[in-house]
């Protein structure tokens, strides 16, 4: 996404892509509803303020919550990928059963047990083709979101607006956007200037939409 002509937005980080559960429990500012709460009541369960966090809360944080990216893909190899698809229950529950029919078969020859095998087996490899099929497509498409986060962000950290890793953002951070910015996280506007946001990856929307 990003910013239309003019446009100067300072917003607060509330969330982060990797923010794991443990950060939750640990960290008291787990927020509900952080869009339709009050700014003050904010930056209060976010232990933070306009002039942003200090230095070693922020190392805290980073800490606890991982760099703010999205972690798509693994150094797992395709073929171990694939085989994951034959680990839950009902591809087990139809192996069994495609192997008691084969028994079956083999004990009373003729009876057509061998069929109900090669159709249960048939069930579970189509099946396994299709999901691993779909978790791929996911992949590519978390790819392609990769591609559209920034790199870099400007912050305001002890009052003073610096330029940073997107990745280093953490839950509480205040970010200056400006035109043509792309929004690194989730975020709460705090206050803006002729703000129009281009949607166009998620809605088709050709205009930037005013915000």
Same mark, same amino acid.
């Given at each position: 996404?990003?910013?239309?002509?003019?446009? #100067?937005?300072?917003?607060?980080?509330?969330?982060?892509?990797?923010?794991?559960?443990?950060?939750?429990?640990?960290?008291? !500012?787990?927020?509900?509803?952080?869009?339709?709460?009050?700014?003050?009541? /904010?930056?209060?369960?976010?232990? #933070?303020?306009?002039?942003? =966090?200090?230095?070693?809360?922020?190392?805290?944080?980073?800490?606890?919550?991982?760099?703010?990216?999205?972690?798509?893909?693994?150094?797992?190899?395709?073929? *171990? &990928?694939?085989? &994951?698809?034959?680990?839950? !229950?009902? %591809?087990?529950? /139809?192996?069994?059963?495609?192997? $008691?029919?084969? =028994?079956?078969?083999? /004990?009373?020859?003729?009876?057509?047990?061998?069929?109900?095998?090669?159709?249960? !087996?048939?069930?579970?490899?189509?099946? %396994?083709?299709? #999901?691993? $099929?779909?978790?791929?497509?996911?992949?590519?498409?978390?790819?392609? !979101?990769?591609? *559209?986060?920034?790199?870099?962000?400007?912050?305001? &950290?002890?009052?003073?607006?610096?330029?940073?890793?997107?990745?280093?953002?953490?839950?509480?951070?205040? *970010?200056?956007?400006?035109?043509?910015?792309?929004?690194?996280?989730?975020? &709460? =506007?705090?206050?803006?200037?002729? /703000?129009?946001?281009?949607?166009?990856? =998620? #809605?088709?929307?050709?205009?930037?939409?005013?915000?």
């Amino acid at each position: 996404m990003t910013i239309g002509l003019g446009a #100067t937005v300072h917003s607060v980080g509330t969330a982060l892509s990797q923010a794991t559960a443990h950060f939750k429990h640990e960290v008291p !500012f787990s927020v509900k509803d952080p869009h339709r709460i009050t700014l003050d009541h /904010l930056f209060e369960e976010l232990g #933070t303020s306009e002039d942003g =966090l200090t230095a070693d809360v922020i190392v805290k944080r980073q800490l606890l919550c991982g760099p703010n990216e999205l972690r798509v893909r693994t150094d797992v190899p395709i073929y *171990m &990928r694939f085989l &994951r698809q034959f680990k839950n !229950f009902f %591809a087990i529950l /139809l192996i069994v059963g495609g192997l $008691l029919a084969v =028994l079956a078969e083999q /004990l009373d020859p003729g009876s057509g047990s061998i069929y109900i095998a090669v159709a249960l !087996f048939a069930v579970v490899l189509l099946n %396994a083709i299709f #999901t691993f $099929l779909q978790e791929e497509q996911s992949e590519r498409i978390m790819e392609s !979101f990769k591609k *559209m986060l920034p790199s870099m962000v400007r912050v305001r &950290r002890q009052g003073i607006v610096l330029e940073i890793e997107a990745k280093g953002l953490v839950p509480g951070d205040i *970010m200056l956007l400006y035109e043509g910015d792309k929004i690194p996280a989730d975020g &709460r =506007l705090i206050d803006s200037n002729d /703000l129009k946001v281009d949607l166009s990856s =998620l #809605t088709g929307e050709s205009e930037p939409v005013s915000e």
